[in-house]
Structures are given as C-alpha cells and as structure tokens.
C-alpha cells in the first residue's frame, strides 16, 4: 500500500521567476509554486491558498500542526550549491497552527517551571553537599583555613564542572579525591602557577616551579603546624 504522503503534491520556494502553468500567473522568487505532473502551478490554482507556511525550526509546533491539519504539504527548496532539495517547513490549516502554537506553549511554559524547582532543588542539595564536602576537608586537612576549605568545597562540587568533587569518589568524601581538590586549589591560589604557565606554556615545568610551595601548604594544612589566623596572613 503507498504511503498517504506519495500524492500529496510537491510544494517548493522558488529560486527564480516563472509563470503558474494554469492562470498563467506570474510567480516570483520566494513565492510557492506547487510541482504536478510536469506542471507548476500557484497556490490558489493547485487548491492550496488556503493554508499557511509553517516555517521549520519548532518540531513540536510542527508535529502538533501536522496532526491536526486535515490537510499538509511539506515545503522544499532546491540548493544549487548542495544540489539537493531541502525541507523548509510546511503548509498546513491556519487553525492547526494556532492550536499546535498554543499547545506548545503552554508546554513550554510548563518546562520552564519543573526546570526552575528542578534548580532550585539542586541548589539546596548542593548547599549540603558542599558543607558536609568542607567538613570531610578539614577533618582530613585540619589547618586548612575555614575560608579555603568552603571554597574548595564549593569549587569542587560544582555541577557539570568536571571538577574531582562531583566524582563519584568525592561524592563518598574519598580522601584521596578531597587530596586532588586541595592540591588543584592551592595550586592556583597560593601559588604562581598561573602566571608561570601564561609566561612560558610549559604546564609541567611550571608544575615542577610550585610543587615545593604546594607541598609546604599541604603540610601546614594537615599537621595543623600554624593556625588558621596566621595561613589566612600569609595568603
């Protein structure tokens, strides 16, 4: 059995001026033209000025329109350069439109306001983990200031970062995975790296210029060796 689209007619945006086959119609570049049976005819002529152009772009509103048009055609365009023809949109009723758009909408809508709680949920959870994240810290690193250790935390556990913290070791407090997130933050903060790495490129030799002064930090920060008060001053 064909299938129900094989009759439909072929419907294109003309690249180029021609004439309607039937009124005989001038059809200018950008208008419809409908392809029949070695024919090119307007809209009006081919029984389909009643329907409106549905530019492609929203599939939702497309499907929706689709659906609840008794009628549809599919617009093409014909590409020099690709040498094929391509999808614009479609035609479809005025009325379909206007309730695919409205549907669409209000789903729209909808999405915005589960995706809004959805954040403001990931928020809170995020506001706990990164505090329970700062304890596990300075159990294992006891000197380390309460500022950093919040910031590490809070650097660390940043959703779709990447960052060690959201690792699923972190998410247990792995001591080792809290180790990366100290050692990347101290590398940063309380070292030149940074201005190393844009002075010469050389991220392994700027890495071996400040590992000395990260192993002092970590050192400091573990054994509890100065107090809080006194690393904050010699930040």
């Not at 020099?80 to 479809?92: D, N």
């Not at 970062?161 to 247990?172: C, E, F, H, I, Y």
């Amino acid at each position: 059995m064909p299938s129900p689209e094989v009759n439909k007619p072929a419907v294109y945006i003309l690249r180029r001026q021609t004439q309607c086959g039937r009124c005989k119609r001038e059809l200018w570049q950008k208008e419809f033209v409908c392809l029949t049976a070695g024919d090119a005819l307007c809209l009006e002529c081919a029984g389909l000025a009643h329907l409106e152009y549905l530019p492609a772009g929203d599939t939702a509103v497309t499907r929706r329109a689709t659906k609840y048009s008794g009628l549809h055609v599919v617009v093409m365009k014909k590409s020099a350069a690709r040498k094929r023809s391509e999808r614009q949109g479609i035609l479809a009723e005025p009325e379909a439109i206007r309730r695919a758009e409205s549907e669409s909408a209000v789903d729209a809508e909808k999405r915005a306001e589960q995706q809004a709680k959805a954040a403001k949920r990931r928020e809170k959870e995020d506001h706990a983990y990164v505090a329970v994240f700062a304890e596990a810290l300075l159990k294992q690193f006891p000197g380390c200031p309460l500022k950093d250790a919040h910031e590490i935390a809070a650097h660390a556990c940043q959703k779709y970062s990447g960052r060690v913290g959201r690792s699923a070791a972190a998410r247990q407090f792995d001591p080792t995975a809290i180790r990366l997130a100290v050692i990347a933050y101290v590398r940063h903060t309380y070292t030149k790296y940074d201005r190393l790495l844009a002075r010469h490129g050389d991220r392994h030799l700027a890495l071996s210029e400040v590992q000395g002064r990260i192993e002092q930090v970590l050192t400091r920060w573990e054994g509890l060796s100065q107090s809080r008060e006194q690393e904050e001053e010699q930040r």
